[in-house]
């Protein structure tokens, strides 16, 4: 059983009821992000993990590293900024022993996540407005992960790059294909370097299978969940049940085993209605789905 | 000046009325729709074009293909239905000497554009369902234009394959990137089939520039409208006025002059405020914005 919880699936559990949860219901595995770890105190959520006797599938996450795009001073301390919360990212990954530290490596210069753009006079920049300069915030990614990389490695801990569904582009990830990770990771070692497979992402790639066999060993975490048509109007909440959208799972789980993947198969769903049913009811689906849409066998 | 409008930017304008349109405001050229040109009668457009002196840089649209990945009968008579339809498109792209027919290809079959997924329920193709099958999708549009592109051939009309932003992918066009919709149209004379490239559809695409310098002169349109962020709720009306939204359109349409492409520059917008507005002062605006932030000079 290689399944994994991610613990945003069941966004009200805490890192206390997570683990308690995958113990019930007989997971290996779990995935935890920063933020409730944080609640939790860190020190905390490794002894919790630890006593469990479960894998950290991933942390999620490190990234947002685009910010030194903005101009002068601005984007010079928003870029050491984001290397130094990177830094304890990876410090807090390295605690926890997950085997990646999830990167969603943020947008254009100035787009915050999930809120509108600037007002139209003030797009500039240096008037607190944003940058649509794209192939320059996708060289700054690749500087940041020049300083990072090397930071992570002496640590253990594998950076993992998510490319992340082009709607996403604006304001939370200028990775956009899993070739484009795929080649931003290759200048590293692969313990140092991988990328995500995230179903959501990449389902709708034409390379997708090509890039997953290229990526072979650098595919640091597998990520499942399903996308739903149409999107609700929060974009972000468009993460189904397995089998509740338009994915086809099976080819992508045998393509991402076949490109030598031995790790955890981790479900991350945001979605309101899941949020809002019984977390045991929602794990107990998550492990029926698992085996009737994902797995790769029959 | 080589702008031009798409009939769809001016919604409330029939034919006739984004002819006088084009004309009042100096623009030699207009992008039509079929539902427009029927009802307008496609004898009276072509003369209303002709006796204007306007070129017809696009007709919108032929495609819907995939619908032939049904099982069975089914699938069989929408094959032949798309085709049939796809015939009678290029008939009257050939008319009203349109630069190109634009194809949107079709989503997965038996997903409608726009409309929510056919109940759990009833998810087998047979059952009045849905297909996940993406690559057979795939491959149903390059059998339908193995028909179509002969036939477009001996009429002298240009068949224009345009992908779409992946959120369409579901409902609206499996072809998601330029490089795949390039790569379908290798086989055929590049008079047959090209490619569009527009900018709402592209612009986040990491390989968009190396893509667009393959197409050379595959590239049969260039259609602008900005990505406007977040999208509104209907994705379909997420299209923006240039400058509105998150692109930047000079180092595409730099790229796209340096592939060779001579043709006209189309404006496409969907969007509820500016078809509300008044049409004179869309064009208006179009025109400066045209000016200000699509063209590659200065």
């Known amino acids: ?23 019930r219901h007989g997971l290996e595995a779990v995935g935890l992000w920063r933020e409730e770890v944080a609640e939790q105190g860190l020190a905390e959520s490794v002894k919790l993990v630890r006593e469990a006797g479960l894998r950290v599938s991933s942390l999620c996450r490190g990234g947002f590293l685009t910010a030194g795009g903005l ?7 928003a870029f050491a900024r984001a290397l130094e919360d990177n830094r304890r990212a990876i410090d807090e990954a390295a605690e926890l022993s997950a085997a990646c530290l999830v990167m969603v490596v943020g947008g254009l210069p100035g787009v915050r996540p999930g809120e509108p753009l600037p007002a139209a006079s003030a797009r500039e920049p240096a008037a607190g407005g944003f940058s649509r300069d794209l ?13 990072l990389a090397p930071y992570a490695g002496e640590r253990g801990v594998k950076l993992a790059l998510e490319p992340l569904h082009p709607i996403y582009c604006p304001d939370r ?7 484009q990770a795929l080649d931003l990771s290759l200048p590293y070692p692969e313990e140092q370097v991988g ?32 996308y739903l048509h149409p999107l ?30 031995t790790g955890d198969i981790e479900v991350e769903i945001f979605n309101a209605e899941i949020w809002a049913a019984d977390p045991d009811e929602v794990v107990a689906t998550v492990k029926a789905r698992y085996e009737d849409v994902v797995l790769a066998t029959g």
């Open 71 to 77: 101009p002068g001073d601005a984007g010079r301390r």
């Open 195 to 226: 990328v995500v497979v995230d179903t959501f992402h990449v389902w709708w790639d034409p390379r997708l299978f090509e890039d997953i066999a290229r990526a072979g060993r650098r595919i640091a975490s597998y990520q499942v969940c399903d």
């Open 173 to 179: 990830a200028v990775l956009s294909t899993l070739g």
């Open 135 to 147: 192939a320059g915030a996708r060289e700054r990614v690749a500087e940041a992960l020049a300083e």
């Open 1 to 23: 059983m290689r399944l994994s919880l991610n613990q945003r699936t069941t966004r009200r559990w805490s890192v206390a009821e997570a683990v308690d949860g995958c113990v």
């Open 232 to 261: 609700p109007a929060d974009v972000l909440l468009g993460r189904g049940m397995m089998g509740d959208g338009v994915i086809d799972f099976r080819p992508i789980t045998r393509a991402v085993q076949a490109a030598g993947y």
